[in-house]
């Protein structure tokens, strides 16, 4: 599932005045979507909660429950978990990792994950793709220039839709430089954790086997 909010910058301003609006729009939707929810204690630290069937909750330090609940196959701890990432970009709507502004702070407490795309990153895939005059990223380049261009007649290159050949082309692009893609992303949340770790929980999710799990 995907959640996309777009904040815009006006003339004049340093940041989209939106950007608080939509950062609460998307953290009530991630602190919602998943049954696990957190809950600080008085001491300050952060542990997971989940709602059980017989009414009781289970409760434990939030990273601990989280390497749980993707290791287990109790349905008890799987029913309505969804891991949530979220990826914002753009300094000039969120500032940086290393500082960041309220909106920032908002979302970094709502989600299990979130990655911030450098702009470094984004420069590099303009310069790869939209940029680039390689033959094998020529359908990706003629879709986004004919959607953002003055004399464009349909969108083929958006957040909705695309064209065919050039989602092939960026299939193929993400999967050759998957490594060197993983150093765009500063992780905000959870701290000091690698790309990798966040890749084996998808994984680890993506392969169990659901339906022996909610039949057992």
């Known amino acids: 599932m995907f959640e996309c909010k777009r904040v815009g910058v006006e003339d004049g301003m340093k940041k989209g005045p939106q950007t608080i609006e939509k950062a609460k729009q998307v953290a009530y939707v991630s602190r919602t979507v ?5 809950i600080r204690t008085h001491s300050g630290a952060v542990h997971g909660v989940l709602p059980k069937s017989d009414g009781t909750f289970y409760t434990k330090p939030y990273e601990l429950l989280m390497e749980e609940i993707i290791a287990s196959k109790d349905p008890e701890l799987l029913r309505h978990f969804i891991l949530t990432v979220g990826v914002v970009s753009n300094h000039g709507n969120w500032f940086s990792k290393d500082n960041m502004n309220k909106e ?15 702009d470094e990153g984004l420069a590099e895939f303009i310069y790869d793709i939209v940029l680039s005059k390689k033959p094998e990223v020529l359908a990706a380049k003629k879709a ?33 430089n998957s490594k060197r893609i993983e150093n765009w992303f500063n ?13 084996q929980q ?13 039949e057992a």
């Open 34 to 38: 998943s049954s696990m929810q957190r």
């Open 144 to 176: 986004f220039h004919s959607s953002y261009s003055a004399h464009k007649t349909k969108n083929s290159f958006t957040k909705v839709q695309m064209a065919l050949d050039a989602d092939k082309v960026l299939q193929d692009y993400f999967r050759a």
């Open 187 to 199: 992780i905000i949340t959870p701290a000091k954790q690698p790309m990798a770790t966040l890749r």
């Open 104 to 118: 920032l702070v908002v979302l970094a407490q709502s989600y299990d994950w979130l990655l911030f795309l450098t």
């Open 202 to 214: 998808i994984n680890t999710l993506a392969n169990k086997n659901w339906l022996e799990i909610f």
